[in-house]
């Protein structure tokens, strides 16, 4: 896999291993974005100081990059709280969602001029919302639709558009949540795996698949096809305590 990709929140968790994964695939070069200065022993990664926020430090991240096949997105907050403070909304919104929308927008001439794809790290909580973190399940909800409007306006530009709607896995973001969690590094595999095999709705990740073959049995919803019924069940699903009792005694 020769190709080149930019990895935003690179310096730890799904970010980092997704850097190594690609490096293991062969990739010729890796952008890896952090927020802060990054040191990688491998001469192929190039660190890219970027604050998904920041609109003077996306384009000069553009102007760092001559090519690009793969964009993944996969910066992102995750915040307790509980809807009394608007603020803590809007800055799960700034980062996960038009942080994603900013950044891809930036690299998009590039990605149409290889054809290439991005892969938007999101999470199974875009459908079904976990009281924990509604902030955080808003704005992956709102990147959700996001990236599938994206996949369809950019398909006449031969760009392909991936969500990675992801479970609980074991990073900094989850370490006070007691559930069965995937590796960081069978997570990235996953990624991989499901972009070189052009699928457009990734879940990489026991959980994650486990909730949507649950979504998709509800009323309605076609239960051939996990992804087609998790998108259609936003208005019933939710991560609730009965469910996440199922998902243990698996």
Same mark, same amino acid.
């Given at each position: 896999?020769? +190709?080149?990709?930019?990895? +935003?929140?690179?310096?730890?968790?799904?970010?980092?291993?997704?850097?190594?994964?690609?490096?293991?695939?062969?990739?010729?070069?890796?952008?890896?974005?952090?927020?802060?200065?990054?040191?990688?022993?491998?001469?192929?990664?190039?660190?890219?100081?970027?604050?998904? +926020?920041?609109?003077?430090? *996306?384009?000069?991240?553009?102007?760092?990059?001559?090519?690009?096949?793969?964009?993944?997105?996969?910066?992102?907050?995750?915040?307790?709280?509980?809807?009394?403070?608007?603020?803590?909304?809007?800055?799960? &919104?700034?980062?996960? &969602?038009?942080?994603?929308?900013?950044?891809?927008?930036?690299?998009?001439?590039?990605?149409?001029?290889?054809?290439?794809?991005?892969?938007?790290?999101?999470?199974?909580?875009? /459908?079904?919302?976990?009281?924990?973190?509604?902030?955080?399940?808003?704005?992956?909800?709102?990147? /959700?639709?996001? +990236?599938?409007?994206?996949?369809? &306006?950019?398909?006449?530009?031969?760009?392909?558009?991936?969500?990675?709607?992801?479970?609980?896995?074991?990073?900094?973001?989850?370490?006070?949540?007691?559930?069965?969690?995937?590796?960081?590094?069978?997570?990235?595999?996953?990624? /991989?795996?499901?972009?070189?095999?052009?699928?457009?709705?990734? /879940?990489?990740?026991?959980?994650?698949?486990?909730?949507?073959?649950?979504?998709?049995?509800?009323?309605?919803?076609?239960?051939?096809?996990?992804?087609?019924?998790?998108?259609?069940?936003?208005?019933?699903?939710? *991560?609730?305590?009965?469910?996440?009792?199922?998902?243990?005694?698996?």
């Amino acid at each position: 896999m020769s +190709t080149i990709s930019l990895v +935003t929140g690179a310096n730890r968790g799904i970010g980092q291993a997704l850097v190594t994964e690609a490096l293991a695939r062969g990739a010729k070069r890796v952008y890896a974005g952090t927020r802060q200065p990054l040191a990688h022993p491998d001469q192929r990664v190039t660190p890219l100081t970027l604050d998904v +926020t920041d609109a003077a430090q *996306i384009q000069a991240a553009v102007d760092k990059v001559g090519s690009l096949d793969i964009l993944i997105n996969n910066a992102g907050i995750a915040l307790y709280d509980d809807l009394s403070d608007r603020a803590v909304l809007e800055r799960h &919104l700034a980062v996960n &969602l038009f942080g994603t929308y900013g950044v891809t927008q930036a690299f998009l001439p590039l990605l149409t001029r290889s054809h290439g794809a991005v892969v938007n790290n999101l999470s199974v909580n875009a /459908f079904a919302p976990l009281p924990l973190i509604p902030a955080y399940s808003i704005s992956k909800a709102a990147a /959700f639709n996001l +990236t599938q409007s994206l996949r369809t &306006l950019l398909a006449g530009r031969g760009v392909s558009v991936h969500a990675v709607l992801t479970g609980f896995v074991d990073t900094d973001m989850t370490r006070g949540i007691d559930m069965p969690k995937a590796s960081p590094e069978s997570v990235a595999r996953a990624i /991989f795996d499901a972009v070189e095999k052009e699928e457009e709705d990734i /879940f990489p990740d026991p959980m994650s698949q486990f909730v949507a073959e649950e979504l998709a049995q509800q009323p309605g919803q076609d239960a051939r096809t996990p992804a087609g019924g998790a998108r259609a069940s936003a208005r019933h699903g939710i *991560i609730n305590s009965d469910l996440i009792g199922r998902w243990r005694q698996r």
